[in-house]
């Protein structure tokens, strides 16, 4: 026999691994390149970024009629004008905060004193502070050639010291010709990196749309309306985002400085200048802005209220911004995920030190936004984006297959906080349903799995079970990813909605019995599974319902069944193929109950699929209905006192079946 790791893979095997081989190289590849062409790369990226920020500027200005490249280049040099006055600004800031530190010195050595004396006299501060010293003295001790180490050793053999003869070497006064070499060498690299990014900005903005044709064509040209229409779209969103950012970090920059000056601390403007820059980092880029005012606040104050007072200042302004000002100007989210923004960081920070660091999150956004836009390109989002990976649909069946409902009821409960209850049940449990039906279709899932989709999915209806079935009056909106997808994917709630929680009072004297609605699973136990929601909102809105499983429809089983103050009977299908197995069942539970409604639930079919007016037909079942809120919908008309004779018009307005219930008059 031969072994499984020596058989033949077959094509497509082998297709496969191959293909993951030749990504693996590429995105080597690619990283290899950024790493590696990074003074180039650098430059390119903080020109895309810049032409996303000036290309709304550039758009006013071409709305009065300025010429595209007037504009353009004004726009540029205006903007790079700003960048220099800053760079000058803090260089005068950097150079007079260093003539300024010995004046700190004394303050500092007072206060670890003072801290040395709280902390007692041999505390581990104490002799943190002395090794620190003895390093100091170790490093500016003058460092003695091998000459001299040699008789220094030996004369320690004899016990006689030597004493080093000092010696001073000079070096000639330099050229007029190197004095301008040294002040021109460190210039020239700024300089070139500069001038690269003006060059890019500008040709970035004159040819927009050139540079977009292009990407259409990279991304593929067959649906040009859409590819156009999506790309335009993106570009807007990712110049407003970044134009704001900008603007909101700015502002936190103008407010930490003025805060900082109004405290006392030096360089206020420089600190400013700082705090803007850093928040572009996300999460520790303001707790790296405040570390420096807050270790100069300890240098400057001989006591401690200013160090409080700065602290004061940062704890009160990042929340602020953070958590009110950003989510009124462009949302709660940036589109990113928390994981992506630290691997982002920490991938663009290896390969291209700080300034990747600053750049991380941009990047990372014009990513994900073109994952989200292109359709090659969508591993981008579901990798970096903030949307769920899975569809709410595929997250209920993944918690279902791993016995998890708990993790279920809470995602359940977050949709209900803004949904009915009816629509949770339709628009997510009941598509997951579904999946699990395609899977059984297809021989994917054997038995063992089957009994823990139709326990597990039991246990979540229990603990839904005080869950009632409106649309909550004052709508909390709910903060959970999973539910705000499965939300907006539902769409709109339906008109059924508002149905009645109905009393004992309210039903006909035949629906007033203990358990008036049987919920029998068809075929499988994912069909029992649907009962027991359906069972759940017929529960909820007055109709007490218990279920049972498809065992209970064979021929042998459905005359032991306990029917006592049965009158409604609802038979649960998620699998129609087989319209025979319908119709045999419809026909057994009616010679059991003559006199009950039998409402059959086709939950796989839409109101306007052929193959209901055909079941309709060879069934000949009382009721027909596609989702849970429309069966919830027409047991409450059965049970009321004026419906007993028959089910109106208005049932197949609403393509509900047709034929008009039997001895309930």
Request: glycine share 6%; with cysteine; proline share 6%.
């Amino acid at each position: 026999m031969i072994p499984k790791s020596m058989r033949m893979q077959s094509p497509e095997e082998v297709a496969s691994l191959v293909a993951a081989v030749a990504l693996a190289v590429l995105a080597a590849i690619i990283v290899t390149v950024l790493y590696m062409g990074r003074e180039v790369f650098v430059p390119v990226a903080l020109a895309i970024l810049l032409s996303f920020v000036l290309a709304p500027p550039v758009n006013s200005l071409q709305r009065v009629h300025v010429p595209r490249a007037i504009a353009v280049v004004g726009v540029v040099l205006f903007a790079f004008a700003i960048i220099f006055g800053l760079g000058s600004l803090i260089a005068t800031q950097i150079n007079r905060l260093a003539g300024d530190l010995p004046r700190y010195q004394a303050t500092m050595e007072k206060k670890i004193q003072s801290v040395r004396g709280v902390a007692g006299g041999s505390s581990t501060l104490e002799r943190a502070a002395g090794m620190l010293q003895d390093l100091s003295k170790e490093l500016d001790r003058p460092k003695t050639g091998a000459t001299a180490e040699a008789p220094s050793l030996s004369a320690g053999a004899n016990s006689k010291s030597i004493t080093p003869v000092p010696v001073e070497v000079r070096q000639p006064d330099p050229s007029a010709l190197e004095s301008l070499r040294s002040l021109i060498a460190p210039l020239i690299s700024p300089l070139a990196t500069t001038g690269i990014i003006v060059i890019f900005v500008i040709f970035i903005l004159l040819q927009r749309e050139d540079l977009r044709n292009r990407l259409i064509r990279l991304a593929g040209s067959h649906d040009l309306q859409r590819t156009t229409a999506a790309l335009d779209d993106a570009a807007a969103r990712l110049s407003r985002l970044f134009l704001n950012q900008l603007l909101i970090n700015t502002a936190f920059g103008v407010l930490v400085g003025t805060g900082l000056w109004l405290i006392g601390i030096p360089s206020a403007v420089l600190w400013g200048i700082l705090a803007t820059v850093l928040r572009f980092v996300p999460y520790i880029g303001s707790i790296i802005a405040a570390a420096f005012p807050l270790a100069l606040a300890v240098a400057v104050d001989p006591g401690w209220s200013m160090l409080m007072w700065t602290a004061a200042l940062f704890f009160v302004a990042e929340p602020v911004v953070g958590q009110v000002v950003e989510p009124m100007v462009y949302g709660r989210s940036t589109g990113l995920s928390p994981v992506a923004v630290v691997v982002s960081a920490t991938f663009w920070t290896a390969l291209w030190g700080p300034i990747g660091l600053v750049l991380a999150t941009p990047l990372t956004i014009c990513l994900v936004v073109l994952g989200r836009h292109v359709e090659r390109l969508a591993f981008l989002d579901v990798m970096f984006g903030d949307r769920p990976a899975l569809s709410p649909e595929e997250v209920f069946y993944q918690r279902m297959l791993a016995g998890d409902p708990t993790e279920a009821a809470e995602m359940a409960e977050e949709f209900l906080k803004e949904r009915s209850l009816s629509s949770y049940y339709d628009d997510v449990a009941r598509k997951g349903l579904l999946l699990a039906q395609a899977d059984l279709d297809r021989e994917a899932l054997d038995q063992a799995r089957l009994l823990k989709i139709r326990d597990t999915a039991f246990e979540l209806v229990d603990d839904l079970s005080e869950q009632p079935d409106s649309v909550p009056m004052e709508r909390p909106s709910t903060e959970d990813a999973e539910a705000v997808d499965a939300i907006e994917k539902a769409g709109a709630e339906p008109k059924r909605s508002d149905l009645p929680a109905l009393l004992k009072s309210d039903l006909h004297p035949a629906w007033q019995g203990e358990q008036p609605v049987l919920c029998i699973g068809g075929r499988t136990l994912l069909d029992e599974a649907a009962a027991f929601m359906s069972a759940h909102l017929f529960t909820v809105h007055g109709l007490a319902a218990r279920t049972e499983g498809p065992d209970a429809l064979a021929t042998a089983n459905v005359f032991r069944l306990r029917t006592e103050g049965v009158v409604l009977v609802c038979l649960s299908y998620l699998d129609m193929t087989s319209v025979a197995h319908v119709r045999y069942a419809v026909r057994r539970v009616r010679r059991k109950l003559p006199h009950a409604v039998i409402l059959v639930g086709c939950w796989s079919l839409d109101q306007n699929d052929v193959r209901l007016n055909a079941l309709r037909e060879s069934a000949k079942a009382d009721l027909f209905c596609t989702s849970f809120s429309e069966a919830a919908e027409l047991c409450i008309k059965a049970a009321r006192p004026e419906e007993q004779v028959r089910i109106s018009s208005e049932a197949e307005e609403t393509t509900v079946a047709a034929r008009t219930p039997r001895g309930l008059g």
